[in-house]
Structure formats: C-alpha cells, structure tokens
C-alpha cells in the first residue's frame, strides 16, 4: 500500500469505528445510568451520557491497530518504537483514568496524581523532551530538567482539552483541527522516521472529528474526561515524539503554536484563580467558552469562533514549516477569523440592544 494511503485509511477506518459505535455506547449509558446531570455550572438541561471517549478511544486504536499489522509503521528503531509505544500505552492509561472518574468521579488529588504516575512512566519509555534548539545558540540539552518539563506538558495538555470541554463540540473540534494540523507538520518537519506519529495523528483526527457527529450542539453524548484526557495527553505525546525531538527551531515550537488555544485559556484561567487568592483547580466561568456566553453569545458561534482560532493558530504553524500553499492557508484563516469574530460582534450587538 503506498505510503499515502495509509494516512488515509487510519483516519477513515477511525471515523467509521467512532461513527458507528457512538450510538452504541450512547445507548449502553442510558441504560446503565451513567449520565451527566444538569446543574449551575452545566450548560445542557436534560441528563446526558458522558462516555463518548469509549467510542473515541476504540475508533483510535482499531485504525492504530490496523495499520500496524498492514505494516504502516515499518521497522522502526528500537528507540523510535519505544517511543510510539510508549505514547500508545500512556493514552490508553489517561483514557482509563479518565474513564475511571468517568464511573466513579474521583477527586482531584487522585486524577491528578495518576496523571503524574502516568507521564512520568510515558517519560521514562521515550516520551520525553531532552533538549531544545534555540536559534543563535544551539542545541540546549535540558538534563535532568527534562523530565519534569515533560511531565507538566503532558498532565498539563490533558487538563487543558479537558477545561475547554464545556461546550456542545468545543473539545471534539479543537482537537481534530489540532490533529489535522499536527499530521501535516509531522509529515513535512517532523523528525526522520516521524510516519508513525503521523498515524497516529490520522487516527486521532478521524476519532474526533467522527465523534462530533453526535457532540455538535445540541448534543447527543459528550466525551467524558475518559476522551478529553486522552485526546490531550495524545496531542502532547504527538507535539513531544514528533516535533519537539527534531533539531529545526521552526518544529520545536510548532506544537505549542498549535495547541495555542487551549495553552492560552488554561494559562489564563489558572493564573486569574490565583491572582485573586483561588485554588487553580477549583472550577469557575472564566473560560474563553464561558465569557463568550456570558457576553450573549450562542453556544454554536462560541464554538465555531474557537474553531476558527485553532485554525488560524494551526494555519500560521502551517505557514512556518514551509508547508506548499502554508502561508495561502494562513491568509485564507484570517479572513474566516475576521468574518467569525464579525459575525460574533453583531450577535452580541443584537442581543444587547
């Protein structure tokens, strides 16, 4: 099978996985009883699943699972493999961890334990940043200081695809256009021998973006933090194992332009919790998502704005790694952001007067 071919039939096999399943596991949830309640910091008004990232993570690891045995990754060296592998177990440890709170709502200081448990051992099997490459002074290796720079990267991203998962597609959206975006850097920067993380980006591109089927508002499931961790956990593994790594500046950088959105909100968030004496994991509304609503607008122009920001942060990474017709991207970006953001300032207009 050519080499194209395979990107193609990971995201299309994901797709297909996560659109037939999602109904199933919708179905199996209400039945069970397993659904999320209405309440004051909730936006729906009626009962909903929230295990979704079951039909997302099985969509993901059907499409990975194919792949491999059609003989996509290759022969990858043993560092390399070590690396893909340690990527795919740490995903699939945040997604029971999430799956796990999912069922049994565990309190904060567990999550958040495991998370750490759980990057660390990614870290330890090859999911790692050692150095970075800064321009006019070189390589810089980070030493022992890697692995907690690691760890907060990787617990850090699952919280904040999590975080933004509060509005009807935000989460499903935000982390497909990242994924789409991560696969095409991957493929023209990324490192030498980078086609597996490229797969796995395919899959977890076609797992979210299938998945918004039934997540668009309104909603007919959500994702649970079984999917929103697992989905950020792998964006971050995927920026680390197939970015980070490579010796170009422009690469090393890429996965934070990407990711800007959620980075940017979180960072935003936690540092408006503590500059007024707040726990910075204490839940509130001073989400980008919340203040937009607050402001009168919907829930699908909030959503879609934040869509068209991940897509302009992922056009400009586009642009600067020299990606054919990037910088046409960009521009084309711009324009929908301008036209959104518009939209957006007249609804909010309206609705005010």
Same mark, same amino acid.
């Given at each position: 099978?050519?080499?194209?071919?395979?990107?193609?039939?990971?995201?299309?096999?994901?797709?297909?996985?996560?659109? +037939?399943?999602?109904? =199933?596991?919708?179905? =199996?949830?209400?039945?069970?009883?397993?659904?999320?309640? &209405?309440?004051?910091?909730?936006?729906?008004?009626?009962?909903?699943?929230?295990?979704?990232?079951?039909?997302?993570?099985?969509? *993901?690891?059907?499409?990975?699972?194919?792949?491999?045995?059609?003989?996509?990754?290759?022969?990858?060296? &043993?560092?390399?493999?070590?690396?893909?592998?340690?990527?795919?177990?740490?995903?699939?440890?945040?997604?029971?961890?999430?799956?796990?709170?999912?069922?049994?709502?565990?309190?904060?200081?567990?999550?958040?334990?495991?998370? =750490?448990?759980?990057?660390?051992?990614?870290?330890?099997?090859?999911?790692?940043?050692?150095?970075?490459?800064?321009?006019?002074?070189?390589?810089?290796?980070?030493?022992?200081?890697?692995?907690?720079?690691?760890?907060?990267?990787?617990?850090? $991203?699952?919280?904040?695809?999590?975080?933004?998962?509060?509005?009807?597609?935000?989460?499903?959206?935000?982390?497909?256009?990242?994924?789409?975006? $991560?696969?095409?850097?991957?493929?023209?920067?990324?490192?030498?021998?980078?086609?597996?993380?490229?797969?796995?980006?395919?899959?977890?591109?076609?797992?979210?973006?299938?998945?918004?089927?039934?997540?668009?508002?309104?909603?007919?499931?959500?994702?649970?933090?079984?999917?929103?961790?697992?989905?950020?956990?792998?964006?971050?593994?995927?920026?680390? +194992?197939?970015?980070?790594?490579?010796?170009?500046?422009?690469?090393?950088?890429?996965?934070?332009? +990407?990711?800007?959105?959620?980075?940017?909100?979180?960072?935003?968030? +936690?540092?408006?919790?503590?500059?007024?004496?707040?726990?910075? *994991?204490?839940?509130?509304?001073?989400?980008?998502?919340?203040?937009?609503?607050?402001?009168?607008?919907?829930?699908?122009?909030?959503?879609?704005?934040?869509?068209?920001?991940?897509?302009?942060?992922?056009?400009?990474?586009?642009?600067?790694?020299?990606?054919?017709?990037?910088?046409?991207?960009?521009?084309?970006?711009?324009?929908?952001?301008?036209?959104?953001?518009?939209?957006?300032?007249?609804?909010?207009?309206?609705?005010?007067?």
């Amino acid at each position: 099978m050519p080499g194209d071919l395979y990107y193609i039939t990971a995201f299309v096999v994901s797709l297909v996985v996560v659109l +037939i399943s999602t109904p =199933i596991v919708n179905h =199996i949830g209400h039945l069970t009883g397993y659904v999320d309640q &209405p309440g004051e910091r909730k936006i729906h008004n009626r009962p909903m699943v929230r295990l979704g990232g079951v039909a997302i993570f099985l969509g *993901f690891i059907v499409a990975v699972s194919l792949v491999w045995l059609l003989g996509a990754f290759g022969t990858p060296a &043993p560092e390399k493999k070590m690396e893909i592998l340690g990527l795919l177990i740490g995903a699939l440890l945040f997604f029971f961890i999430g799956l796990a709170d999912d069922l049994f709502s565990l309190s904060p200081s567990v999550r958040l334990f495991l998370q =750490i448990v759980v990057a660390s051992l990614a870290w330890y099997w090859g999911v790692k940043i050692d150095f970075i490459s800064l321009p006019f002074i070189g390589i810089i290796d980070l030493g022992w200081f890697g692995a907690p720079l690691t760890i907060v990267w990787l617990v850090g $991203m699952a919280n904040a695809i999590n975080w933004i998962d509060g509005v009807d597609g935000l989460a499903a959206g935000v982390s497909g256009i990242s994924a789409v975006v $991560m696969l095409i850097v991957t493929l023209f920067v990324g490192r030498e021998g980078g086609a597996g993380a490229a797969l796995i980006a395919a899959s977890l591109a076609g797992a979210a973006l299938g998945f918004l089927r039934y997540n668009f508002n309104p909603a007919q499931i959500f994702m649970g933090d079984g999917g929103s961790y697992f989905m950020g956990f792998t964006l971050a593994g995927l920026g680390t +194992i197939g970015l980070v790594k490579s010796l170009a500046v422009t690469a090393i950088l890429l996965p934070y332009l +990407i990711l800007a959105v959620p980075i940017v909100d979180m960072t935003f968030v +936690i540092l408006s919790r503590i500059s007024q004496g707040r726990s910075p *994991f204490l839940a509130d509304k001073r989400h980008l998502h919340h203040r937009l609503l607050n402001a009168g607008i919907s829930q699908k122009s909030t959503v879609l704005f934040i869509y068209a920001l991940t897509f302009w942060v992922g056009s400009l990474a586009l642009g600067f790694s020299n990606v054919p017709s990037g910088w046409g991207f960009a521009v084309a970006s711009t324009i929908i952001l301008l036209y959104v953001g518009w939209q957006i300032w007249r609804e909010r207009s309206i609705n005010q007067g």
